[in-house]
Nanobody, 126 residues
Framework: QVTLVESGGGLVQAGDSLRLACTPS????????MGWFRQAPGKAREFVAA????????DYADSVKGRFTISRDNVKNTVYLQMLSLKPEDTAVYYC???????????????????WGRGTQVTVSS
């Protein structure tokens, strides 16, 4: 059974930084794209960032481009989301996800992801 465990969330002030991490257990995913999504209260889940199987290609939502960086370490079987210059509108539960087999490259479509974490809360105060 595959479980994704996110960590690194918390309560910070606007302008601060956080680094989220996500480590799947049960198996490794060296050939799958991985992504981060978020869901704010009362809003639909939205794409944040995704990374290719080898870490070379990435994709970001316009709202986080230039502030967030996704990376992965396939030796540690971990994907990261470095978040800089956080804003109150970044407040959400952040979920990591692993793509279906065959999706080597970043995808924004949540239907392309088969495994999901439980989420980690990020709260940014103004």
């Amino acid at each position: 059974q595959v479980t994704l465990v996110e960590s690194g969330g918390g309560l910070v002030q606007a302008g601060d930084s956080l680094r989220l991490a996500c480590t799947p257990s049960g198996r490794t995913f060296p050939s799958n794209a991985m992504g981060w999504f978020r869901q704010a209260p009362g809003k639909a889940r939205e794409f944040v960032a995704a990374i290719a199987w080898n870490g070379v290609r990435t994709d970001y939502a316009d709202s986080v481009k230039g502030r967030f960086t996704i990376s992965r370490d396939n030796v540690k079987n971990t994907v990261y989301l470095q978040m800089l210059s956080l804003k109150p509108e970044d407040t959400a539960v952040y979920y990591c996800a692993v793509s279906n087999e065959g999706h080597w490259y970043p995808t924004r479509n949540s239907d392309d992801y088969v495994y999901w974490g439980r989420g980690t809360q990020v709260t940014v105060s103004s």
